[in-house]
């Protein structure tokens, strides 16, 4: 199974909202509603921020939101903070028990 | 409060064997799958399996079929990650994560990550 596809890097400015793309297949993305989201700072273990499309973990700001269109889903951080600098991984259910992970994308802070 | 704590770092030369481990602790060890994660340096992660602890059910990706072994030890609430005979390829942080009681579940949380070096 192929890795996600994601964009290298996004970036904005503090406050301003950045939204990250995650585009599979119909037989991951699209065919099931298992897209979870993971931030990683570097030289830290990955932290679930989203799962199931668009569900927050408790402890998650509210700033962090997901969804999916087809065969892509979507990050999107509002309000940009200074924290949030980090790679985002998308991944998703594959079926027979397997899973995926996206490419990764680098959000800056500006 | 969840916790998964891995073992430490290891430096092993081509050719060797070796066993890193994940001890869970903060709920029932037996009832949620536990995955396995790869990122070599520099790169993004890679899924290479999880373990139901219950019954040892095993799902590899197959990209890792054949290349590692997980295993179990319910009654240390741990689980295993082992390599035969390890290529400096291998050389990685390597992540233990608590998925669901469904393989369908997200992983979460996660260990602090074991890195394995390797040299040829």
């Known amino acids: 199974q192929s890795a996600l596809t994601q964009p290298p890097s996004a970036s904005g400015s503090p406050g301003q909202s950045v939204a990250i793309s995650c585009t599979g297949t119909?037989?991951?993305?699209?065919?099931?509603?298992?897209v979870s989201w993971y931030q990683q700072h570097p030289g830290k273990a990955p932290k679930l921020m989203i799962y199931?499309?668009?569900r927050r973990p408790s402890g998650v700001p509210y700033r962090f939101s997901g969804s999916k269109s087809g065969n892509t889903a979507s990050l999107t951080v509002s309000g940009l903070q200074a924290e949030d600098e980090a790679t985002y991984f998308c991944?998703?259910?594959?079926?027979?028990?397997?899973?995926?992970f996206g490419t990764g994308t680098q959000v800056i802070v500006l | 409060e969840l916790h998964l704590v891995q073992s430490g770092s290891e430096v092993k030369k081509s050719g060797e064997s070796l066993t890193i481990s994940c001890k869970a602790s903060?709920?029932?060890?037996?009832?949620?799958?536990i995955a396995w994660v790869r990122q070599m340096p520099g790169k993004g992660l890679e899924w290479m399996g999880f373990?139901?602890?219950?019954?040892?059910?095993?799902r590899y990706n197959p990209s890792f079929q054949g290349q590692v072994t997980m295993s179990v030890d319910k009654s240390l609430s741990t689980a295993y990650l082992q390599w035969n005979s390890l290529k400096a390829s291998d050389t990685a942080m390597y992540y233990c994560a608590r998925g669901g009681w469904s393989t369908t579940a997200p992983f979460d949380p996660w260990g602090q990550g074991t890195l394995v070096t390797v040299s040829s």
């Open positions: 991944s998703s259910y594959g079926g027979n028990n397997n899973y995926v």
């Open positions: 199931e499309v668009n």
């Open positions: 119909s037989s991951d993305v699209g065919g099931y509603n298992y």
């Open positions: 903060g709920y029932d060890f037996r009832t949620y799958w």
């Open positions: 373990i139901y602890p219950a019954d040892s059910d095993a």
